[in-house]
């Protein structure tokens, strides 16, 4: 398409707004739409929206020209926030503090440490299938909520005594969102909760192991970390790693069970697992942006954009990018050409940490589901509507059924 033809199709499609539920809803139809004429657009006056492919992995990789200190905060009125220093969250700090968090936090994920934790993560995905309901319907988003939340905490080395508390929080958090969750007395309670334990940690009321929260609790003990430092940790690596979780395991349940030849291929050819998840990753991403901003007045494919403007990153865009995926980009295929890489971790210097444990949390799961109840079906009746939450691709219920 010709600059002009380009100019003349943006004039008729409306830009994508990542702050709008409808074109959330209809993802697939719109970001078709702008990625054809308006790869980069701008929904609001100190936003911009990235959709192609190419433009989101330029953007992803180049921390030294964009900052991602506006990142998970959709702000359509005030872009980002002018630079401060020391909030302390990994996913919304940039360099020199951002490496060196980042460094202390990857030995938890590194592969030895993901070995060490894999039998508990498999334990904790049996007793999540073994208790199971038979002969009525359910909603799966319970199950692979709790799931999700439990294979953090075992990370973290949370007691098990305080996890279905600590659950009951985060999950009267989530239902706050996004108003901010500082002032609720459940955020409260959990920070107080969580640097009570911290605390326990530094007087070794319990001895030093190879868990997060010993290991920050030496830091913190050792003056590399404040306490409110590391109680930050704990809560973010909770939040990062339970509703993104369970959301993968929901749609990837609902691909697979919606179409039954897809669930009757892994039952006979489970060695295409791994496949599914990725591809489900691909096409459904449980995170649909990121956020950067320009440290320096800058273009991205030719579109200038300013400082302390925001660039809301569309992940979900460009997994759906037909230059790279071809014709069928919006269809489930398993045995998809994976060469490029989908982006629902992110790419660069943030790409998602928990990545290799979301892999195989969702693969004990599913592995386990196929073996022991392979009978499991979408419940009569159900039907699939995304849950209304802008930044969060899953259904709002997942209604399943094993027969007797
Ligand atoms: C399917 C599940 C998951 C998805 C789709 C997901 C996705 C993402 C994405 C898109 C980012 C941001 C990348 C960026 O800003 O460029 C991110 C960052 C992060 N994720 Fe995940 N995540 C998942 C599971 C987890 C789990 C299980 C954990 C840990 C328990 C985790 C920990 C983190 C951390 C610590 C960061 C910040 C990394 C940094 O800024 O350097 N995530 N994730």
Not at 33 to 48: D, I, K, L, T
Not at 124 to 139: E, S
Not at 150 to 179: C, K, N, R
Not at 260 to 278: G, M, N, S, T
């Amino acid at each position: 398409m010709s600059t002009a033809e380009q100019g003349a199709a943006a004039d008729a499609v409306a830009a994508f707004d990542p702050m709008s539920l409808a074109d959330h809803h209809h993802a697939e139809q719109r970001l078709t739409e702008v990625r054809a004429c308006c790869p980069v657009s701008q929904p609001h006056p100190r936003m911009h929206f990235l959709a192609a492919y190419a433009d989101v992995e330029q953007v992803l990789v180049d921390n030294t020209r964009f900052s991602a200190r506006s990142n998970f905060r959709l702000d359509a009125t005030e872009g980002a926030r002018p630079f401060r220093t020391g909030s302390g969250a990994l996913p919304s700090s940039d360099p020199p503090a951002h490496t060196a968090l980042r460094l202390r936090l990857r030995r938890w994920f590194a592969p030895r440490a993901l070995r060490r934790l894999q039998p508990r993560v498999e334990e904790l995905a049996r007793a999540a299938v073994a208790d199971l309901p038979i002969g009525v319907d359910f909603n799966l988003i319970t199950v692979s909520k709790g799931l999700a939340a439990q294979v953090v905490y075992a990370l973290i080395g949370l007691p098990e005594q305080d996890w279905s508390q600590l659950q009951a929080w985060s999950d009267a958090l989530h239902e706050t969102l996004p108003a901010p969750l500082n002032g609720t007395p459940e955020y409260q309670a959990m920070m107080a909760r969580l640097q009570a334990l911290i605390e326990a940690r530094r007087r070794r009321d319990v001895p030093p192991d190879e868990s997060v929260i010993s290991g920050l609790a030496e830091a913190v003990e050792a003056g590399d970390l404040s306490a409110a430092e590391a109680v930050i940790h704990v809560w973010q690596l909770i939040q990062a790693g339970t509703e993104t979780t369970s959301s993968l395991i929901a749609n990837l349940l609902h691909t697979l069970l919606s179409d039954r030849d897809r669930w009757r291929l892994l039952q006979h050819r489970p060695e295409l697992v791994e496949a599914a998840i990725e591809e489900s990753l691909r096409r459904d991403a449980p995170i649909q942006y990121v956020m950067r901003t320009p440290y320096e007045p800058t273009a991205v494919s030719g579109c200038p954009i300013d400082v302390d403007e925001q660039i809301v990153i569309g992940l979900q865009s460009a997994n759906w990018d037909r230059e790279v995926w071809g014709a069928d980009a919006l269809e489930f295929d398993i045995e998809r050409d994976r060469s490029a890489g989908h982006l629902a971790f992110g790419r660069g210097a943030h790409a998602c940490l928990g990545a290799p444990l979301a892999r195989m949390e969702a693969e004990a799961f599913l592995s386990e589901l196929l073996r022991r109840r392979p009978e499991i079906m979408l419940a009569d009746g159900y039907v699939h509507e995304l849950a209304p939450e802008l930044m969060v691709r899953r259904p709002t219920h997942l209604l399943l059924h094993i027969p007797n």
